[in-house]
């Protein structure tokens, strides 16, 4: 099982350019969940999804969107990239929102907004 | 709303030394407790869990985490460091109620002298 996946693993975009970061999964979560991480800030959730087809706000939703069209799957959209969406962003799956449900990360996605 | 304190940002310790790392958090109850590994460059790797029972709880690697409800505190231990423990170390919480997310700590880097 390759877990979760992230593309690309870099990118560097002008200000006001369009992207979309890929995550997949190989096993067969439910919920998927998409985090940024600054410096001295930990991780923050952007936007989550606790199955096919339904996602939900995280934290720090502005500027982004995501979609789940496919359970092993989850999108996210920057629209217009901004210097602030500068960050490395990180793709978590986890089977269950149970009790003490362990989400696995993804290695991330390092974007450079100019 | 959750919340979690890592104190220390840097923390230098020598190889064979032994290594704390401290947490806290802010919650109305007891929530479930996390401590996750970043080694440089990868994601996010699960070293342990609480959710109930013994205080005091093993997770890989050799650490383990003690949990003190009086001190609203959670921190991660391990007696003697070996060089690869050199990462970055995250402190998280997830409330028990329904739809709570993990909330991440700011993180702690830890370097390792030889």
């Known amino acids: 099982n390759a877990g979760v996946t992230q593309t690309p693993k870099f990118r560097v975009l002008k200000t006001g350019q369009s992207m979309t970061l890929l995550c997949a999964q190989d096993?067969?979560?439910?919920?998927m969940y998409w985090y940024r991480q600054d410096p001295g800030m930990g991780l923050r959730l952007i936007h989550y999804?606790?199955?096919?087809?339904?996602?939900a706000k995280g934290e720090v939703p502005d500027g982004y969107n995501v979609s789940r069209l496919k359970k092993q799957n989850f999108l996210l959209g920057l629209e217009s990239a901004a210097p602030s969406q500068t960050s490395v962003y990180f793709c978590?799956?986890?089977?269950?929102?149970?009790?003490?449900?362990?989400?696995?990360f993804g290695p991330g996605t390092r974007l450079l907004v100019l | 709303a959750q919340s979690v304190t890592q104190p220390d940002i840097h923390i230098t310790v020598s190889e064979g030394a032994s290594l704390e790392l401290r947490c806290n958090y802010s919650?109305?109850?007891?929530?479930?407790l996390f401590w996750y590994v970043q080694s440089p460059g990868q994601g996010l790797q699960l070293l342990l869990k609480?959710?109930?029972?013994?205080?005091l709880v093993q997770g890989i690697k050799g650490f383990e985490a003690e949990f003190k409800r009086s001190q609203s505190s959670f921190n991660l231990r391990k007696p003697s460091v070996h060089w690869s423990d050199a990462a970055e170390y995250f402190c998280?919480?997830?409330?028990?109620?329904?739809?709570?997310?993990?909330?991440f700590g700011g993180g702690t880097r830890v370097l390792v002298k030889p």
């Open positions: 609480y959710f109930s029972g013994d205080t």
């Open positions: 978590a799956s986890s089977g269950e929102d149970r009790e003490v449900e362990t989400q696995y």
């Open positions: 999804s606790v199955g096919e087809g339904t996602t």
């Open positions: 919650y109305g109850a007891t929530p479930y």
């Open positions: 096993m067969n979560h439910e919920y």
């Open positions: 998280a919480v997830k409330g028990w109620a329904a739809g709570n997310k993990l909330t």
